[in-house]
Nanobody, 114 residues
Framework: QVQLVESGGGLVQAGGSLKLSCTASGTIFSLNAMGWYRQAPGKQRELVAAITWTGGTTYADSVKGRFTISGYNAKKTVYLQMNSLKPEDTAVYFC????????WGQGTQVTVSS
């Protein structure tokens, strides 16, 4: 059974930076792309960035140029570097495969003040 643990969130002022980490325990199949999602209050969970086992990355338009996803190797850790944060980035951030196939972790809260 895969367990996903997210960390690194916090409170930051607009324009600031945070780096999130996602660690997976258990067997991760290398064919699955891993992604970072976020869910703001009253909104649906959305995929903001994804990375394949070979390092290919994709981003939502809302974070392109500001967020960088990395990692996802034998250490089974995926990172999300978030720069130039905006109040609209405030959400709980989760990691999972692009298909959301593993049990969701508790996420990590990111709050950006204006």
């Amino acid at each position: 059974q895969v367990q996903l643990v997210e960390s690194g969130g916090g409170l930051v002022q607009a324009g600031g930076s945070l780096k999130l980490s996602c660690t997976a325990s258990g067997t991760i199949f290398s064919l699955n792309a891993m992604g970072w999602y976020r869910q703001a209050p009253g909104k649906q969970r959305e995929l903001v960035a994804a990375i394949t086992w070979t390092g290919g990355t994709t981003y939502a338009d809302s974070v392109k140029g500001r967020f960088t996803i990395s990692g996802y190797n034998a250490k089974k850790t995926v990172y999300l570097q978030m720069n130039s944060l905006k109040p609209e980035d405030t959400a709980v951030y989760f990691c999972n495969t692009k298909s959301g196939q593993y049990p969701w972790g508790q996420g990590t809260q990111v709050t950006v003040s204006s």
